[in-house]
T-cell receptor, first 114, second 111 residues
Framework: GAGVSQSPRYKVAKRGQDVALRCDPI?????LFWYQQALGQGPEFLTY????????KSGLPSDRFFAERPEGSVSTLKIQRTQQEDSAVYLC????????????FGPGTRLTVL | DQQVKQNSPSLSVQEGRISILNCDYT??????FLWYKKYPAEGPTFLIS?????DKNEDGRFTVFLNKSAKHLSLHIVPSQPGDSAVYFC??????????FGTGTRLKVLA
């Protein structure tokens, strides 16, 4: 299909391990977003890219979280030295432009940190 | 501080009847509101939206009502169908790309 895809769908990490989560946005979408959804909560904004530029990273919870989108297409969210509180579903979304356009979400990656 | 609140974690409705999902917000700067539907193991899917210059928007069986003075919006589904069973998220934004989501309401439509 032509939707947003994410991989892996599930990831189990031991505390202290580094993880990398991948997002393939819809082709041609300029804007890309990462959200974190904890159990029983709604998605919470992490960061926003317009093409390859990371314009907003105000939602990243700590400096252990890092996101990149080097060629303005695929994006990777990296979490270093994972902690148990990082356990959540990480959602990626893309849109044609950042403002005034619907965000299309991927299925998410469920991260469990043991 | 929860800027967007969905106070009902769950709702059960008989097939064919009306489902009403509620959402309250605190930030008067919000000017665009959205409803997303989420099935298990899938990402949220856009359902319907409304601008703050309107008080109603309708799309087929789905209607969203906005009461700015009460900082309240609601989603009406008529008639409800079993396939509507999902978690519904309300989201708001203040003219930016940043969506603020509520905690969701799980709707169960009983056949």
């Amino acid at each position: 299909g032509a939707g947003v895809s994410q991989s892996p769908r599930y990831k189990v990490a031991k505390r202290g391990q580094d993880v990398a989560l991948r997002c393939d946005p819809i082709s041609g979408h300029v804007s890309l977003f990462w959200y974190q959804q904890a159990l029983g909560q709604g998605p919470e904004f992490l960061t926003y890219f317009q093409n390859e530029a990371q314009l907003d990273k105000s939602g990243l919870p700590s400096d252990r979280f890092f996101a990149e989108r080097p060629e303005g297409s695929v994006s990777t969210l990296k979490i270093q030295r994972t902690q148990q509180e990082d356990s959540a579903v990480y959602l990626c979304a893309s849109s044609l432009e950042g403002v005034g356009n619907e965000q299309f979400f991927g299925p998410g990656t469920r991260l469990t940190v043991l | 501080d929860q800027q967007v609140k969905q106070n009902s974690p769950s709702l059960s409705v008989q097939e064919g009847r009306i489902s009403i999902l509620n959402c309250d917000y605190t930030n008067s700067m919000f000017d665009y509101f959205l409803w997303y539907k989420k099935y298990p193991a899938e990402g949220p899917t856009f359902l319907i939206s409304i601008s703050s210059i309107k008080d109603k928007n309708e799309d087929g069986r789905f209607t969203v009502f906005l009461n700015k003075s009460a900082k309240h919006l609601s989603l009406h589904i008529v008639p409800s169908q079993p396939g509507d069973s999902a978690v519904y998220f309300c989201a708001a934004t203040s003219g930016t790309y940043k969506y603020i989501f509520g905690t969701g309401t799980r709707l169960k439509v009983l056949a």
